[in-house]
């Protein structure tokens, strides 16, 4: 069986101020913090003796494994994001950082979405991707609009009922 894999699609490299704190909040506790506590975990494992039957070993260094590709993919993405922390001109229409507030024309249901980059998206809190079907469809379009949305349940439209810059 192989291992290659198709490259991965590109997502947009934008980010909030907020965003890019964490990301780099994260790589910096993945570097300073728990790294050396696994280096140091492993080099305790790795003296026990016998490495071949030692799961504490194996599982320290699939553990290492992790953080140093997490650490090389914070590394490189941190160089190529763009952080957007203005607000657009026209602040009735929507663009990134945007939390907009839809009526579904079906239904009548509201939903609040914050539109934010690909590696800041939190289900929980509302934040979509601007690479998201929803996203695409709701950019540059302004307050009392109708659009459409390919969803993965089907078609679905929308009305924006509010568009707001400010933190969620």
């Known amino acids: 069986m192989s291992r290659w894999r198709p490259p991965a699609e590109k997502s947009t490299a934008l980010i909030t101020a907020p965003g890019h704190a964490r990301l780099k909040a994260e790589l910096d506790d993945l570097w300073r913090v728990r790294r050396p506590e696994v280096v140091k975990a492993l080099a305790a494992a790795a003296a026990e003796g016998d490495r071949s039957e030692n799961a504490e070993y194996t599982y320290r260094?699939?553990?290492?494994?992790?953080?140093?590709?997490?650490?090389?993919?914070?590394?490189?993405?941190?160089?190529?994001?763009r952080v957007v922390d203005t607000v657009?001109?026209?602040?009735?229409?929507?663009?990134?950082?945007?939390?907009?507030?839809?009526?579904?024309?079906?239904?009548?249901?509201?939903?609040?979405?914050?539109?934010v980059g690909p590696d800041e998206t939190d289900a929980?809190?509302?934040?979509?991707?601007?690479?998201?079907?929803?996203?695409?469809?709701?950019?540059?379009?302004?307050?009392?609009?109708?659009?459409e949305a390919q969803?993965?349940?089907?078609?679905?439209?929308?009305?924006?009922?509010?568009?707001?810059?400010?933190e969620p």
């Not at 260094?61 to 994001?81: A, C, F, H, N, P």
């Not at 657009?88 to 539109?115: K, M, N, Q, Y």
């Not at 969803?151 to 400010?166: E, T």
């Open 124 to 147: 929980k809190l509302g934040w979509i991707s601007i690479d998201s079907p929803l996203a695409r469809s709701m950019l540059k379009r302004r307050i009392d609009d109708e659009f």
């Open 88 to 115: 657009p001109t026209d602040r009735e229409a929507v663009f990134f950082g945007a939390t907009v507030e839809l009526e579904d024309a079906a239904s009548g249901d509201l939903s609040r979405h914050r539109i």
């Open 61 to 81: 260094k699939k553990q290492l494994g992790e953080i140093d590709r997490r650490v090389r993919y914070l590394s490189k993405r941190l160089e190529t994001l």
């Open 151 to 166: 969803l993965p349940g089907g078609m679905r439209r929308f009305f924006i009922v509010a568009v707001d810059y400010g």
